[in-house]
C-alpha cells in the first residue's frame, strides 16, 4: 500500500500557500506510481526523517520511522486534560493493529506517551500509522464539532431563552417577600467563613 504526502505550510488548509513535490512514504521501491490511499493531515516532515502530526487540538503526533516509533506530545497550555486524549489516540491505533499492544508508555519528557509500531514484511508501519491516524482524526473531529454544538447550544438556551422557558421581570415574586414567616427562612445561611447553624 502506498500513501500519498503532501508537504504544506502551517495554517494554510485547502489552498497549497508553497509548491513542493509529492512525498511518497513508501520502503518498497518497486511501489506502484498511483498510491493505494491518499492521506489528508497537518504535517510536516523534519531534518531527520521524521514527521510531525498537528491535527489535534491537545497534543503533537511525532512519527519516528527510524525507530519505529510514535511520540504524542501535549502542547503548550492545554494542562492535565491532554492524557485522556493521547491515551485515547494511541488506544485507537493499538487496537486497529497499528501499534504493538504492550508498548504504551510514558515517555522520557514530562507529559509524552510513545509506542513501537507493529512490523510487518508486506506492510509500513509507517503507512499503517499514517491511514489510522487520519481515520481517528476524522473521528475525533466529528466528536469534537457535536460537543462544541452541544456547548452552544447550552449556551444560547440561558442566554436566548425561549418563551416557554422564561419569565418577564416582577413575574415570580422576590424570595424576601415570599418568606412571610420565620419558619420559611433556612435553618441556616451562608457567611464568609463557612455556614452558621
Known amino acids: 500500500m502506498t500513501i500519498s504526502v503532501k508537504i504544506t505550510q502551517p495554517g494554510a488548509e485547502e489552498e497549497v500557500?508553497?509548491?513542493?513535490?509529492?512525498?511518497?512514504?513508501?520502503?518498497?521501491?518497486?511501489?506502484p506510481e498511483e498510491p493505494d490511499a491518499v492521506v489528508s493531515l497537518k504535517m510536516s516532515k523534519n531534518v531527520d526523517g521524521s514527521f510531525i502530526i498537528k491535527d489535534h487540538d491537545y497534543f503533537d503526533i511525532f512519527l519516528l520511522p527510524e525507530k519505529k516509533r510514535i511520540v504524542t506530545i501535549?502542547?503548550?497550555?492545554?494542562g492535565e486534560g491532554v492524557y485522556q486524549h493521547q491515551k485515547s489516540?494511541?488506544?485507537?491505533?493499538?487496537?486497529?493493529?497499528?501499534l504493538i499492544a504492550d508498548s504504551i508508555e510514558g515517555g522520557m519528557v514530562y507529559g509524552t506517551?510513545?509506542?513501537?509500531?507493529?512490523d510487518?514484511?508486506?506492510?509500513?508501519?509507517?503507512?499503517?500509522?499514517?491511514?489510522?491516524t487520519e481515520r481517528y482524526m476524522k473521528e475525533y473531529r466529528v466528536e469534537n464539532q457535536l460537543a462544541k454544538e452541544y456547548e452552544e447550544s447550552i449556551e444560547d438556551r440561558f442566554v436566548n431563552p425561549s418563551d416557554e422557558e422564561?419569565?418577564?421581570?416582577?413575574?415570580?415574586?422576590?424570595?424576601?417577600?415570599?418568606?412571610?414567616?420565620?419558619?420559611?427562612?433556612?435553618?441556616?445561611s451562608y457567611a464568609g467563613y463557612g455556614y452558621i447553624y
Not at 173 to 188: A, F, L, S, T, V
Open 113 to 118: 506517551l510513545q509506542s513501537r509500531l507493529g
Open 17 to 31: 500557500v508553497k509548491e513542493e513535490p509529492e512525498i511518497k512514504v513508501t520502503y518498497d521501491p518497486k511501489a
Open 89 to 98: 489516540y494511541l488506544d485507537a491505533l493499538m487496537r486497529r493493529g497499528a
Open 74 to 78: 501535549p502542547k503548550m497550555g492545554m
Open 120 to 132: 510487518n514484511d508486506k506492510l509500513s508501519p509507517l503507512q499503517v500509522a499514517l491511514f489510522e
Open 166 to 188: 422564561s419569565t418577564e421581570a416582577g413575574e415570580i415574586e422576590p424570595e424576601q417577600m415570599r418568606r412571610k414567616n420565620d419558619i420559611d427562612i433556612p435553618y441556616y
